[in-house]
T-cell receptor, first 114, second 116 residues
Framework: KNQVEQSPQSLIILEGKNCTLQ??????????LRWYKQDTGRGPVSLTIMTFSENTKSNGRYTATLDADTKQSSLHITASQLSDSASYIC?????????????FGTGTRLTVIP | GAVVSQHPSWVICKSGTSVKIECRSL??????MFWYRQFPKQSLMLMAT?????????EQGVEKDKFLINHASLTLSTLTVTSAHPEDSSFYIC????????????FGPGTRLTVL
């Protein structure tokens, strides 16, 4: 079973609307949780990073939340734009002092339509 | 954020040939780099960890003789797909770990490999 689950798998929204993507994880203990945006045919780009003690982190129109008790995180996108169409990946770094054991979610494919 | 580059961004080759992909960290010296493979609509899968000056560590199921990794300097790691076959066609992404922030990996833009 994947230790990082994302939902929904895909999402289509109208331009200008808001949306929320979900990430549930079982990795424990963990060092940090990141949300990445991956455009088609490109590498992932970091949007937000939160340690286990942080509840929320914003980056422009992107706001990530973290509930370490329930092991859930969400990424909220406000006033969506066509350029937001991409895959959004939740990545958890376990607290082992190394960065190579990253746990990747399967991603949510977001499509913003005009 | 830090920049990691990959070259080439895409490559098409014939079956049986070898292809080399370069990964460079432009803003910092990376003692550790990582190579991932991503199939369509799937998440990144770690192939191997590349350590500067020593042998790479391969994940289970990844053939080390098939995917040769060389990390000869603190800013460059190369992945060579030897005797490539159509099933090796994939999106290969590297990342570099910033030694100043041990939990931070910066990803490259990826290389699309198509084997005919």
């Amino acid at each position: 079973k994947n230790q990082v689950e994302q939902s929904p798998q895909s999402l289509i929204i109208l331009e200008g609307k808001n949306c929320t993507l979900q990430c549930n994880y079982t990795v424990s203990p963990f060092s940090n949780l990141r949300w990445y945006k991956q455009d088609t045919g490109r590498g992932p780009v970091s949007l937000t990073i939160m340690t286990f003690s942080e509840n929320t982190k914003s980056n422009g129109r992107y706001t990530a939340t973290l509930d370490a008790d329930t092991k859930q995180s969400s990424l909220h996108i406000t006033a969506s734009q066509l350029s937001d169409s991409a895959s959004y990946i939740c990545v958890v770094t376990p607290n082992r002092g190394r960065a190579n054991n990253l746990f990747f979610g399967t991603g949510t494919r977001l499509t913003v339509i005009p | 954020g830090a920049v990691v580059s990959q070259h080439p961004s895409w490559v098409i080759c014939k079956s049986g040939t070898s292809v080399k992909i370069e990964c460079r960290s432009l803003d910092f010296q990376a003692t550790t780099m990582f190579w991932y493979r991503q199939f369509p609509k799937q998440s990144l899968m770690l192939m191997a960890t590349s350590n500067e000056g020593s042998k790479a560590t391969y994940e289970q199921g990844v053939e080390k003789d098939k995917f040769l990794i060389n990390h000869a300097s603190l800013t460059l790691s190369t992945l060579t797909v030897t005797s490539a076959h159509p099933e090796d066609s994939s999106f290969y992404i590297c990342s570099a770990r910033d030694p100043g922030f041990t939990d931070t990996q910066y990803f490259g833009p990826g290389t699309r490999l198509t084997v005919l």
